[in-house]
């Protein structure tokens, strides 16, 4: 039986710089896989390039066993579910309409039907006293809950996360990390690129580490973080577990 997500020798140039040098990676339904590594080494540019959102130069992206090319690629998006760093809500509407805009529009839901599905989503993430809110009237966890929302509201195969904490202070990611946990524990199939060591620790089930364009290793939690393989794992889980620690002791003293 094949994978739900296969992704299979992706490559990216931007000019002479090749980011990604051939990728190949599966996730299997119900899996919650983490991708984690330095900056620039490709990670945001290999979600980008599986939604298509970046075409990749090389390589093929299956989704449930169909390859993924220009005639189904609207159909495959609405399977595959993207979460973005900065949110991508919509500022001029409010919470209740960010999220049937989508269902509505693209799986023709009428507006009962799509007002109906975004009120249980909110209720899954903790926001349903926020419906007819804007998203300036939202803190930055509530905004990136309502775009967990959205994105489950499309009810996808799988969903993609770029980063989803990386614009949150510490309190609010704890917000947004509960919210991720409870998906892994109900079997919600999710690729996560993210430096969260809490979360890759709990609720992972496999970790990817990439530097340099490839995926230089990767395993269950317990083996990646406690006996990796490679040096250059090693020196990078060392530099974030520090990091970890001097933002624990500025929250201790501030």
């Known amino acids: 039986m094949s994978a739900l997500l296969e992704v299979e020798g992706i490559r990216k140039k931007y000019g002479q710089f090749e980011v990604l040098k051939g990728v190949s990676l599966q996730l299997e ?13 490709g990670k ?5 390039c599986i939604n298509y959102l970046t075409p990749p130069d090389a390589g093929t992206v299956r989704l449930d066993g169909e390859e993924v090319v220009p005639r189904n690629l609207n159909r495959i998006r609405q399977q595959v579910a993207f979460v973005f760093q900065d949110f991508n809500l919509f500022t001029h509407l409010r919470v209740i309409d960010n999220i049937t805009i989508g269902p509505r529009r693209i799986l023709g839901l009428s507006k009962t039907e799509a007002r109906d599905r975004a009120m249980r989503e909110l209720e899954r993430v903790g926001l349903a006293d926020k419906v007819r ?3 300036a009237e939202l803190s930055g966890g509530q905004q990136q809950r309502v775009s967990i929302a959205r994105a489950l509201a499309m009810e996808p195969k799988v969903i ?6 990386s614009a949150l202070d510490p309190e609010l990611t704890g917000e947004v990390v509960n919210v991720m946990k409870r998906l892994a524990s109900e079997g919600m199939t999710m ?8 979360f890759a620790r709990s609720a992972a089930d496999e970790i990817v580490f ?4 490839h ?7 317990a083996q990646l973080f406690d006996a990796p393989q490679h040096e250059r794992t090693r020196r990078f889980l060392r530099m974030i577990g520090d990091q970890v620690g001097d933002a624990a002791a500025a929250g201790e003293g501030a």
């Open 44 to 48: 945001s540019t290999l979600l980008r």
């Open 160 to 165: 993609l996360f770029d980063e989803p904490t």
């Open 133 to 135: 809110a804007y998203p």
């Open 215 to 221: 995926i230089l290793e990767q395993g269950p939690p």
């Open 191 to 198: 690729l996560v690129v993210s430096h969260e060591i809490g």
């Open 29 to 41: 339904r119900g899996q919650a896989k983490v991708v984690m590594g330095p900056s620039g080494t």
């Open 210 to 213: 990439m530097d340099g364009g």
